[in-house]
């Protein structure tokens, strides 16, 4: 393992094992910090940064900031973050930038190809750690790194593919860069990470899939890859803090004809219901943005939601959530009755209005409430008759 932390340089007293052991801390220590800033919303919830992305704009832009909460990093906070934790940070942007103009950069990437695994790896972990400084980005590529970096996250150890991954991800902060990274062969590898990877590779591959898949040649990759099988698996794993991310990137699937027709064939709506039914208020909310995503321009699917027995547990965040969850909630809920008065382009068949009519007795009984013109949500129900 490379650490770029700064240099442990033996002091006077000092031997060379005790020298050593002290580099390999200071490794550990490095990769630790890396991970944690990378990932630094995802780790802390409830930090000013997230709050602040995820009140940033009105309701038109939820999408773009409730994703940009919960898989977006900040590479500019990392000096910030790291600092107070370890008084050697405070030069690490500065030691990054002086190894990146010394010519660090080409030597190490012909490592990444290197049979040696821990040589790949170390060669890895440094290029990524090189990357946190933003102005070496340009250098890493102009290097040629990215397909060697594809290259180790496919042939690496499990952790050499996690930081070729991050390493990715940082790379992918220059835009020109995410076409090049999917044509180079990244998207089947960090698929392959969603489904055999630990718990820390599959939130370094869905963070980068979601950053990649901003090019819609990378969504149709990913779909044709067959991401949304093993998204949707995630789906399901609470607690773990990869059901939000996957439902984050499945969104942004779901923004193609192709993505979200892979979402319906692979039981993604029911996922997404069972999720705004009984997981917790912020992965409901992650839910209703891709059922959104799944519904806004598809009559289809709108059916296929009403018979999966989306409407109570819709009506229910549109009543109870939060303030962008009733929103987005509400905005779902009114495709629905569109689709009911045929504006949707097609009939609900005959099933899906008998759930709607059940529901409004249900409603009635389960939350003690008359419906009246004064609330949006309520208002779709009273203005239908079953019989």
Excluded at 84 to 102: C, M, N, Q, T, Y
Aim: glycine share 8%.
């Amino acid at each position: 393992m490379v650490s770029l932390a700064g240099s442990q340089i033996p002091s006077p007293g000092q031997s060379p094992c005790a020298a050593a052991r002290s580099q390999r801390r200071g490794a550990g220590y490095s990769m630790r910090t890396i991970r944690s800033a990378l990932l630094q919303p995802d780790s802390c919830p409830g930090s000013p940064h997230v709050a602040a992305a995820y009140d940033a704009a009105g309701a038109d832009s939820d999408m773009e900031n409730l994703t940009d909460s919960v898989i977006d990093f900040h590479l500019s906070e990392l000096a910030a973050t790291a600092g107070p934790a370890h008084p050697a940070a405070v030069a690490k942007s500065d030691i990054r930038e002086l190894i990146g103009v010394s010519g660090a950069i080409p030597a190490l990437v012909p490592l990444l190809r290197s049979t040696d695994p821990v040589a790949q790896e170390s060669a890895v972990t440094a290029l990524l750690n090189l990357s946190l400084e933003e102005r070496n980005r340009s250098a890493i590529t102009a290097a040629g790194a990215i397909k060697p970096l594809v290259y180790a996250l496919r042939t690496g150890t499990a952790s050499a593919k996690q930081n070729a991954a991050c390493a990715l991800l940082s790379l992918s902060g220059i835009e020109e860069n995410r076409a090049t990274i999917g044509a180079c062969g990244a998207i089947p590898p960090l698929v392959a990470l969603l489904s055999a990877g630990s718990t820390r590779g599959k939130k370094d591959a869905l963070t980068t899939l979601y950053r990649l898949c901003s090019a819609r040649r990378n969504k149709e990759r990913a779909v044709s890859a067959g991401a949304v099988v093993p998204l949707i698996h995630l789906v399901g794993e609470r607690g773990s803090g990869t059901s939000e991310k996957a439902m984050v990137v499945l969104a942004s699937l779901a923004g193609i004809v192709e993505g979200r027709d892979a979402v319906v064939e692979a039981g993604g709506i029911p996922a997404l219901v069972e999720t705004i039914e009984d997981g917790p208020a912020r992965e409901r909310e992650f839910a209703v943005v891709a059922l959104l995503q799944l519904c806004s321009e598809c009559p289809r699917n709108r059916a296929l939601l009403v018979r999966e027995g989306a409407i109570p547990p819709l009506v229910a965040l549109s009543q109870s959530g939060s303030a962008r969850a009733k929103h987005k909630a509400e905005t779902l809920l009114g495709y629905l009755r569109e689709q009911r008065q045929g504006g949707g382009g097609c009939r609900v068949e005959p099933v899906a209005a008998s759930s709607l009519a059940r529901f409004i007795v249900l409603r009635c009984v389960t939350f003690s409430l008359t419906p009246t013109s004064g609330s949006a949500a309520p208002s779709i129900w009273v203005t239908y008759s079953y019989t």
